[in-house]
Structures are given as C-alpha cells and as structure tokens.
C-alpha cells in the first residue's frame, strides 16, 4: 500500500527565505508526483506536475525535483512572499491510490512571516 | 474557461437524510475523480469514473456511497442514510487525459448533525 509522508508538518518562516519542502513516498511504480497548494477552506491549486520519467519541473518561483527511486520528491520555493502561506501538498499517481487516483501526503502548513 | 464547479458549496443534513453531490469537470475533460478530506486527515481516492462508466471504485466505501457520470449532466456523489462520520469536505477533480494533471474543485462540505 502506498504511503506518501511529507516533512516538515508545520514551517514558519522570515519574508524572502528560500525553502524546500519534502515529500517521500514508500513504492516507487509511481507515473507521476503532483504538487498543490490548499488555502483555509479552498480547493486544491496544482502547482507542478512531474512525469516518472521526468527529473524536474520549474514553474515561477517554484522549482519540483523528483527521484523515484529512492521515493523521494522536493518542492523548492525561492524568495518567499507572505502570499505563498498555505498547505502544501504532495501526491503521487500509481499503485495504493487505485489505478489512476492519487495518494496524498498530509501537507505541510507554511507560514510566511512579513 | 471555467474550473471544475462543485455545488453545494455546503450541505447540512440530519442523520439518515441523504445527501448529494455533484460535480461539472473543466470543458472538454472526461475523467473526473471523488476525493474525500476528513478533519485532521489528508485526502483519500474515493472513485475514478469516465463518462457512463465507473473504472476504479477502490476507495469507495462499500454501503451507503455510489457515484455516477452520465453521458449528459454532472457527476454525482450520492451518500444514503448518512451518519455522523460522514462529514467531511468532498473534492472533485478533472483531467483531460488518465495521468495527467489533475484540476480540483472547491469541495463540498458536509456537515452531518
């Protein structure tokens, strides 16, 4: 059974730090790894979606790798603004979450400080 | 280009009253996807349908849950007789294509009293 954990749960962090956020993911026969934000009682915002072929996608000030075999994927925000507070979400499509549903992690909470 | 559109926004119902849920996907996406977000927990694969057919119920719980995607018309959630661990916000997704970037919807939330 798939299991996707996202480190850390909770970021509080100064205006214009960069940060990476981790997500790992315990079967790598994964086709793709998605990254969303979730804001208070919204929907899911995609951000970046990554192929399993693929190494890395950049979108912005957003910048995705991923490593399957190792089950590993990370999510690099450069020059954080107070309006990237959100939760942030990795998921992965494969096995575990059904054939084509996705497996989410928990998230992690990220408070940008102005 | 509209997003995926979900209605309600919030439903309350009283245990055993049942509740619906739908779903109209982004403009020209078929497949479209249930995912539920219970409190304090990420979010679960419910059920995976393309139109007139359902192919992944794999996280579906067994009684009490169905979903459909007719050929006209949104997809629907259907809960019967619902209980109080029935609430939870209720997400949909679209794709244009299996595997590819799936677009979400604003939720339903479900409030059971």
């Known amino acids: 059974k798939q299991e996707v954990t996202q480190i850390p749960a909770a970021l509080s962090v100064p205006e214009g730090e960069n940060l990476v956020l981790n997500c790992s993911f315990t079967d790598s026969a994964i086709y793709n790894l998605q990254w969303f934000r979730q804001d208070p009682g919204k929907g899911l915002t995609s951000l970046l979606l990554i192929q399993s072929s693929q190494r890395e996608q950049t979108s912005g000030r957003l910048n995705a790798s991923l490593d399957k075999s190792s089950g590993r994927s990370t999510l690099y925000i450069a020059a954080s603004q107070p309006g990237d507070s959100a939760t942030y979400l990795c998921a992965v499509g494969g096995t575990g979450g059904g054939a084509d549903g996705l497996t989410f992690g928990k998230g992690t909470h990220l408070i940008i400080q102005p | 280009n509209a997003g995926v559109m979900q209605n309600p926004r919030h439903l309350v119902r009283r245990r055993g009253q049942e509740a619906r849920l739908r779903c109209s996907p982004m403009?020209?996406?078929?497949?479209v996807y249930w995912y539920r977000q219970l409190p304090e927990e990420g979010l679960k694969f419910m059920v995976y349908?393309?139109?007139?057919?359902?192919?992944?119920e794999s996280g579906m719980p067994k009684e009490r849950f169905s979903a459909e995607f007719p050929k006209e018309g949104p997809s629907i959630l259907r809960i019967q007789q619902v209980v109080r661990g029935d609430s939870a916000a209720y997400f949909c997704a679209s794709s244009s294509t299996p595997r590819e970037t799936q677009y979400f919807g604003p939720g339903t939330r479900l409030l059971v009293l």
């Open positions: 349908l393309q139109k007139e057919n359902i192919i992944d």
């Open positions: 403009k020209g996406h078929s497949h």
